[in-house]
């Protein structure tokens, strides 16, 4: 969330005025915000907000903004920036048009413009760059609801179904309704076609491109600047399986992506880690397996196991769930025409 903090209010000692007319000094410190993005080049967003209310005086300096003025109008300009903020939150940018909009009403909203509410149930998360993440498809939802009432799941499905991308969303909204105190996603780090020890780089930048869907989904939902610190701190932690071993993952959201290249003792391992208040969702494709000849998927044999098991759920994705280019839903009929 980007926090709207009140520092200091306080009433100058005007005669002849009663406690509502008289000025005040509120500074609002903005936090977890791009002061770049929010404040406009120059400071331009705040500058249009003065222009509508020339007897107060704001001032913008670093993440800081004081405004002096009534109390009348004390509380409008802050509506208006607690709206801009809840807009920058919820689309990752605001525009003069959205300042004007709100300073030009005769009654200053409470909360944006848009009747969007932030509960939608059909908004999962809302993305970067004016970016709003639903479900596209029935399965998909099907995913979002169970993951509200499973604390284990399995999302299985051919490529471009979209169901690691729902996952990573399903995982991100948890964080941000602070459900979860961190989120862990992980891959095995299975060789598709390629040798890891002749690629370049130490053990991460090998790896990295492994993982590299996963930071392109987490790119769309969170800010750059947050998602820098979240990585950091490790409040959002990115590793191959076998970082997993041994460790009790508490409040936390998992993910197991590419699962279908696990074999079981990597799988039961992995199903070993969940600890108390944590959620999981487990996704893979049977159809595009990794592992080498005559070795068995621990996503399928996880299947088979668990499948009788009270509170996991299993989602089914298939061709009509896929969001890629049209021809993907071809290409994976054609696929699975010629292997029958």
Not at 145 to 173: C, E, N, Q, R, S
Not at 289 to 314: H, W, Y
Request: proline residues 4%.
């Amino acid at each position: 969330m980007f926090n709207l903090v009140v520092v200091r209010t306080y009433a100058n000692r005007t005669k002849n005025l009663n406690e509502y007319q008289r000025l005040v000094e509120k500074i609002i410190t903005l936090e977890n915000v791009s002061l770049v993005e929010f404040l406009g080049v120059e400071n331009i967003h705040i500058k249009e907000v003065a222009a509508a209310f020339p007897r107060s005086k704001i001032v913008s300096r670093g993440n800081e903004i004081r405004i002096n003025g009534s109390v009348p109008e004390i509380m409008k300009i802050s509506s208006i920036v607690d709206s801009l903020l809840e807009r920058y939150q919820r689309y990752g940018k605001i525009t003069t048009e959205n300042i004007q909009d709100l300073v030009g009403s005769v009654e200053v909203p409470e909360k944006p413009t848009e009747k969007m509410s932030i509960d939608d149930d059909s908004v999962i998360v809302y993305g970067t760059k004016g970016l709003i993440i639903k479900a596209k498809t029935a399965n998909q939802q099907m995913m979002v609801d169970k993951a509200k009432h499973h604390d284990l799941m399995f999302a299985i499905g051919p490529a471009g179904t979209g169901k690691t991308y729902t996952a990573v969303a399903i995982a991100v909204k948890a964080l941000k309704n602070k459900e979860v105190k961190k989120i862990i996603i992980t891959r095995p780090a299975v060789e598709a076609g390629e040798n890891l020890g002749f690629l370049p780089g130490d053990l991460k930048e090998k790896i990295d491109p492994y993982l590299r869907p996963i930071y392109d989904a987490l790119d769309d939902m969170i800010m750059p600047d947050k998602l820098k610190f979240f990585i950091e701190n490790r409040i959002i932690e990115i590793a191959p399986l076998a970082y997993m071993r041994g460790r009790t993952l508490n409040n936390a959201f998992i993910l197991l992506d590419e699962a279908q290249n696990t074999t079981p003792m990597q799988m039961k391992m992995f199903l070993t880690r969940m600890g108390i208040a944590s959620k999981t969702i487990i996704t893979g494709d049977k159809t595009q397996m990794d592992l080498p000849k005559n070795q068995k998927s621990g996503l399928t044999d996880a299947i088979e196991i668990l499948k009788n098991v009270r509170d996991i759920c299993f989602v089914e994705l298939d061709g009509r769930d896929v969001v890629r280019h049209r021809l993907v839903r071809d290409i994976l009929a054609a696929y699975d025409k010629s292997s029958t």
